[in-house]
């Protein structure tokens, strides 16, 4: 089995999150949470850092990332980029790896 990555990109809402208050590296594990009762967005998938909410998953990228989850499939969110320089929306990248079962040949 090899990790895949399914997902990468800059986390929304890190301007109205606590980032500042986590002490963030890349490489840093992250947990996702899907919010169902987000009067927003009711797929919103929320990213955290420890017990803080860094922000959340693009909602362009929800629906695949829900049929991953759907499916059984485990998914490994990290902290894959920080760009201090960007604005905040711009500033957390995440990547989503999952393992795959390499395909057999027969």
């Not at 606590?18 to 009762?37: C, P």
Request: proline share 3%; net charge positive.
């Amino acid at each position: 089995m090899k990790n895949t990555e399914i997902y990468r990109g800059a986390l929304a809402g890190v301007q109205y999150s606590d980032y500042q208050t986590v002490n963030l590296k890349i490489g840093t594990r992250l947990k996702l949470v899907w919010e169902k009762t987000n009067i927003h967005d009711p797929n919103a998938i929320a990213v955290y850092a420890g017990k803080t909410r860094i922000g959340y998953i693009n909602r362009t990228a929800t629906k695949v990332l829900h049929d991953y989850r759907k499916s059984g499939t485990k998914l490994f969110p990290k902290l894959s980029a920080v760009n201090k320089t960007n604005p905040t929306w711009a500033m957390l990248v995440v990547s989503i790896t999952c393992k795959q079962i390499a395909d057999e040949t027969f």
